[in-house]
């Protein structure tokens, strides 16, 4: 038996006269990641509230998910997040329209959501024989770099988006998504939750998906607090020109989460630097400018479009879970706008000209991680 190669569904670009942005994950709303919540690997009624709070078609599939993921040797959790990525939880137009919240195909029509998750899990099991464990080496299969059916590029932000969904759910995305190596039920899990056979392996650094009972956004706005450059270099976070550190004037956080979620990230030697939070929370333009959509080279980094200021600077953002109306290419932002959600973890880039500038002190003089 042939197993189809999965390939993304087309995401749901936001146009405007004709030019899309590049969008780097699932359809247009942002409903499935801000619903989902830490629960045991096979506690499929809760899984099936939380589809069912999305709006999404696979509600009713909860006990389809956990027993096809088992039969595999698959967490079923990991399939959820699948579906999160790709399609936003088939609340995706044309992915209802085929009953194929996976990408599975490409254009595979299917009689029902439960003979997607099915072809799903058997399709991932097949990886599992063949040594494709992690999501990292999943995607090198399921999403590939450059593949001719990804003009896009989208799949570049197909391992970070799949592996925020997945924490959110209670998964570790550092390890293997087997059903042997995730832990059945983490401690982030609700109290009673059915736990399924399985290591007990502890998942740890998970942030819960932010609700609207957590709070509102809210924008962080640089306050004059001089960065911590680690040289007079721009690639050092130093202006060689003021020979001061480099800073944009009215810097915004990009992440604008409610006053109790978290956002955390490290110093990179190379940009970007990488901003994990919750997914769902709220990204703001950091800087006033104009959209532009990101080079091939920059997509295979992590950036997804770039902000470009009058003052040459320009900041550039990693792939978002769910884009707001009226974005695309050209288009004018205020700083502290809001762009849309992340899915947790946010690329961010700076350049001044041409040139790549350290944006970790700027980050870390406006927000400290957490």
């Given at each position: 038996?042939?197993?189809?190669?999965?390939?993304?569904?087309?995401?749901a670009a936001l146009?405007?006269?004709?030019?899309?942005?590049?969008?780097?994950?699932?359809?247009?709303?942002?409903?499935?990641?801000?619903?989902?919540?830490?629960?045991?690997?096979?506690?499929?009624?809760?899984?099936?509230?939380?589809?069912?709070?999305?709006?999404?078609?696979?509600?009713?599939?909860?006990?389809?998910?956990?027993?096809?993921?088992?039969?595999?040797?698959?967490?079923?959790?990991?399939?959820?997040?699948?579906?999160?990525?790709?399609?936003?939880?088939?609340?995706?137009?044309?992915?209802?329209?085929?009953?194929?919240?996976?990408?599975?195909?490409?254009?595979?029509?299917?009689?029902?959501?439960?003979a997607a998750i099915?072809?799903?899990?058997?399709?991932?099991?097949?990886?599992?024989?063949?040594?494709?464990?992690?999501?990292?080496?999943?995607?090198?299969?399921?999403?590939?770099?450059?593949?001719?059916?990804?003009?896009?590029?989208?799949?570049?932000?197909?391992?970070?988006?799949?592996?925020?969904?997945?924490?959110?759910?209670?998964?570790?995305?550092?390890?293997?998504?087997?059903?042997?190596?995730?832990?059945?039920?983490?401690?982030?899990?609700?109290?009673?939750?059915?736990?399924?056979?399985?290591?007990?392996?502890?998942?740890?650094?998970?942030?819960?998906?932010?609700?609207?009972?957590?709070?509102?956004?809210?924008?962080?706005?640089?306050?004059?607090?001089?960065?911590?450059?680690?040289?007079?270099?721009?690639?050092?976070?130093?202006?060689?020109?003021?020979?001061?550190?480099?800073?944009?004037?009215?810097?915004?956080?990009?992440?604008?989460?409610?006053?109790?979620?978290?956002?955390?990230?490290?110093?990179?030697?190379?940009?970007?630097?990488?901003?994990?939070?919750?997914?769902?929370?709220?990204?703001?333009?950091?800087?006033?400018?104009?959209?532009?959509?990101?080079?091939?080279?920059?997509?295979?980094?992590?950036?997804?479009?770039?902000?470009?200021?009058?003052?040459?600077?320009?900041?550039?953002?990693?792939?978002?879970?769910?884009?707001?109306?009226?974005?695309?290419?050209?288009?004018?932002?205020?700083?502290?706008?809001?762009?849309?959600?992340?899915?947790?973890?946010?690329?961010?880039?700076?350049?001044?000209?041409?040139?790549?500038?350290?944006?970790?002190?700027?980050?870390?003089?406006?927000?400290?991680?957490?």
């Amino acid at each position: 038996m042939v197993i189809p190669r999965p390939a993304r569904v087309a995401s749901a670009a936001l146009l405007a006269g004709g030019v899309a942005l590049l969008i780097g994950s699932g359809g247009a709303s942002g409903v499935g990641a801000t619903e989902l919540h830490c629960i045991a690997a096979a506690d499929s009624q809760a899984l099936d509230a939380q589809l069912a709070a999305a709006g999404s078609p696979l509600a009713g599939n909860g006990a389809v998910f956990v027993r096809e993921g088992m039969a595999n040797g698959i967490d079923p959790r990991f399939l959820v997040a699948i579906t999160a990525q790709e399609t936003m939880l088939q609340t995706y137009g044309p992915a209802q329209e085929i009953h194929n919240a996976f990408g599975l195909g490409p254009g595979i029509v299917f009689p029902d959501e439960a003979a997607a998750i099915t072809m799903a899990a058997r399709t991932l099991g097949n990886y599992a024989a063949d040594g494709l464990t992690t999501i990292g080496a999943i995607s090198g299969r399921w999403a590939p770099v450059g593949a001719s059916n990804d003009p896009r590029g989208l799949n570049a932000g197909w391992s970070d988006g799949v592996g925020a969904f997945f924490a959110a759910l209670g998964g570790d995305p550092m390890l293997p998504v087997l059903t042997t190596a995730q832990n059945p039920a983490p401690t982030c899990a609700p109290a009673g939750s059915t736990a399924a056979p399985g290591a007990s392996i502890s998942a740890s650094g998970i942030i819960p998906a932010v609700t609207p009972t957590d709070g509102p956004a809210m924008v962080t706005i640089w306050g004059g607090l001089v960065p911590a450059a680690t040289g007079p270099g721009l690639a050092q976070g130093g202006d060689p020109t003021s020979r001061r550190p480099a800073v944009i004037d009215g810097f915004a956080f990009p992440l604008a989460p409610p006053v109790s979620s978290p956002v955390r990230y490290v110093d990179a030697a190379n940009q970007p630097v990488v901003l994990t939070s919750a997914p769902g929370v709220t990204v703001v333009a950091p800087l006033a400018g104009r959209l532009r959509s990101a080079s091939a080279a920059d997509q295979r980094s992590g950036i997804g479009f770039w902000i470009v200021s009058t003052g040459g600077d320009r900041v550039g953002l990693g792939a978002l879970a769910a884009y707001e109306d009226g974005l695309s290419e050209g288009v004018v932002v205020p700083t502290g706008q809001i762009l849309g959600h992340s899915n947790g973890s946010l690329a961010v880039a700076w350049r001044r000209g041409r040139v790549p500038v350290a944006i970790f002190p700027l980050l870390s003089a406006t927000r400290p991680s957490d």
